[in-house]
């Protein structure tokens, strides 16, 4: 059964390439354009991964994880941040919201399959590149490196 993933991002361009990015993947993406409708959607769709952006109008990214966080039916779920900052203090922040994984723009499918596992349940044994400009910068769990499918520190 293919893996479910509630994505949160205002960016309608950015909102497609995840989705058909996950879809090309056989994941099957839920995009939520307004995070005033996040927490909502997710009670419904009942995702193994929430991607979320922190720049969203209206109520800011580390809101919803924290709400998101403070629900007792949807706090299991790993919630992966996506955002333009890269500094190590908003990575801080973000992972004090409560985030599970961090991923500066742009980003690559690699940090998504880390974080829920491939679509038959098998592990990823895929292996990204930090960097700059190289897709993605960093996927960690409280700074240790993350098992694929698992959030598990390795």
Known sequence: MAK????????????????DLLRAHEYVAEPVRDGREAVARAREFA???IVM????????????????????????IPIMA??????REDEERIRAAGADAYV????????????????????STERGRGGRG?????VTQKGARLAPATLAPV
């Open 53 to 76: 952006d922190i720049q969203l109008p209206h109520v800011s990214g580390y809101e919803l994880i924290e709400q998101l966080k403070a629900d007792p039916v949807l706090k299991a």
């Open 4 to 19: 479910r993933v509630l994505v949160v991002e205002d960016n309608e361009l950015n909102l497609k390439l995840f989705c």
């Open 82 to 87: 996506v955002t333009a900052y890269a500094g």
């Open 47 to 49: 995702p193994e991964l």
């Open 104 to 123: 500066s723009k742009p980003i690559s499918l690699v940090p998504v399959r880390r974080c829920s596992g491939k679509p038959d349940g098998s592990r």
């Open 134 to 138: 190289r897709g993605w910068r960093r």
